[in-house]
């Protein structure tokens, strides 16, 4: 079992190397974690503007070096000319990206900022909550399918860094909050009310984590069709400037 594994493997790095064309280097380097460019767990990449690679010169830099703190990797046993065809394939990705989606984007800034209470946990443009991530580049950053996805199913389309937690002390207080460091001493942590909190770890009698079940509510039936729609013109169309 193991070895064939280890000759798979070995059956794909040569495949790998023998691939000429951007594409092909692509799906063997990039496919795992981007799928087709919009479809992958990673940053959705059909989009005329990559927030980290505005340049091709940046685009390269993070072929060859990845996104420190991220888990987007340095390329391995890629040579200059390859990283070069890969960039290449990118961008014609980007090329690609649809420029508008269905609905009405005005309709969905309503919805967004009044109907449903997105803004008491998002922030765009400096505006709004702070129990999610910052919205003002998604419409750069992510595909209008993506988007669909972290709305009407949260768990499937989950970024990093936003791990409920719930500590129950040892008095019998019960503290949740966003985790936002943990070590084996103690957890801290930003609560309802946005204030941080440390926790001593050892007055605790139980510490769950929620890891793959989003904070976020689910909207599957909160909206119409239409009004999906409106919400995800409205978020594809926040670039932040890009
Ligand atoms: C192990 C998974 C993984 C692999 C393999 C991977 N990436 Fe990524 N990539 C990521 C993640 C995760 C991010 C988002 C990083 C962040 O900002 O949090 C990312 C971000 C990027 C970005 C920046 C997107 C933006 O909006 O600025 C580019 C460009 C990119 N990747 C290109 C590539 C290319 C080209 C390859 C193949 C050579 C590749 N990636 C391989 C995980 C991966
Ligand atoms: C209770 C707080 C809360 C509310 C209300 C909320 N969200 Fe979220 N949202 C989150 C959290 C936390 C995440 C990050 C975890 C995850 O990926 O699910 C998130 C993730 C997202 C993402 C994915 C971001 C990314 O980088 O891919 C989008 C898009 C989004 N929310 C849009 C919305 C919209 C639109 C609404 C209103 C219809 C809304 N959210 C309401 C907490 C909230």
């Given at each position: 079992m193991r070895l064939s594994r280890i000759l798979l493997f070995a059956t794909c790095l040569a495949a790998g190397a023998w691939a000429q064309t951007g594409q092909k280097l692509y799906q063997f380097h990039?496919?795992?974690?981007?799928g087709k460019g919009d479809?992958?767990?990673?940053?959705?990449?059909?989009?005329?503007?990559l927030v980290h690679a505005p340049t091709d010169t940046s685009l390269l830099n993070i072929i060859r070096n990845g996104i420190p703190g991220t888990d987007m990797p340095p390329a391995l046993g890629m040579t200059d000319a390859e990283m070069s065809e890969v960039a290449g394939y990118v961008r014609s990705l980007g090329r690609s990206a649809p420029t508008s989606v269905p609905g009405d984007t005005a309709k969905g800034k309503v919805l967004y900022s009044t109907k449903v209470g997105c803004s008491g946990c998002h922030m765009v443009e400096g505006k709004g909550g702070r129990s999610g991530p910052d919205l003002t580049q998604i419409g750069a950053m992510r595909s209008p399918s993506n988007l669909r996805t972290s709305i009407v199913a949260p768990d499937a389309a989950m970024v990093g860094g936003w791990t409920m937690v719930h500590a129950t002390m040892k008095d019998g207080r019960k503290i949740s909050g966003i985790r936002l460091n943990e070590d084996n001493f103690s957890l801290s942590l930003r609560d309802g009310k946005a204030q941080l909190q440390t926790i001593d770890?050892?007055?605790?009698s139980a510490i769950q984590r929620d890891?793959?079940?989003?904070s976020m509510p689910n909207y599957s039936k909160v909206f119409s069709a239409e009004e999906l729609d409106n919400v995800i013109a409205y978020l594809f169309s926040l670039r932040g400037g890009l």
């Amino acid at each position: 079992m193991r070895l064939s594994r280890i000759l798979l493997f070995a059956t794909c790095l040569a495949a790998g190397a023998w691939a000429q064309t951007g594409q092909k280097l692509y799906q063997f380097h990039c496919a795992f974690c981007h799928g087709k460019g919009d479809d992958g767990f990673a940053a959705n990449l059909v989009t005329p503007n990559l927030v980290h690679a505005p340049t091709d010169t940046s685009l390269l830099n993070i072929i060859r070096n990845g996104i420190p703190g991220t888990d987007m990797p340095p390329a391995l046993g890629m040579t200059d000319a390859e990283m070069s065809e890969v960039a290449g394939y990118v961008r014609s990705l980007g090329r690609s990206a649809p420029t508008s989606v269905p609905g009405d984007t005005a309709k969905g800034k309503v919805l967004y900022s009044t109907k449903v209470g997105c803004s008491g946990c998002h922030m765009v443009e400096g505006k709004g909550g702070r129990s999610g991530p910052d919205l003002t580049q998604i419409g750069a950053m992510r595909s209008p399918s993506n988007l669909r996805t972290s709305i009407v199913a949260p768990d499937a389309a989950m970024v990093g860094g936003w791990t409920m937690v719930h500590a129950t002390m040892k008095d019998g207080r019960k503290i949740s909050g966003i985790r936002l460091n943990e070590d084996n001493f103690s957890l801290s942590l930003r609560d309802g009310k946005a204030q941080l909190q440390t926790i001593d770890k050892s007055a605790t009698s139980a510490i769950q984590r929620d890891i793959n079940k989003s904070s976020m509510p689910n909207y599957s039936k909160v909206f119409s069709a239409e009004e999906l729609d409106n919400v995800i013109a409205y978020l594809f169309s926040l670039r932040g400037g890009l």
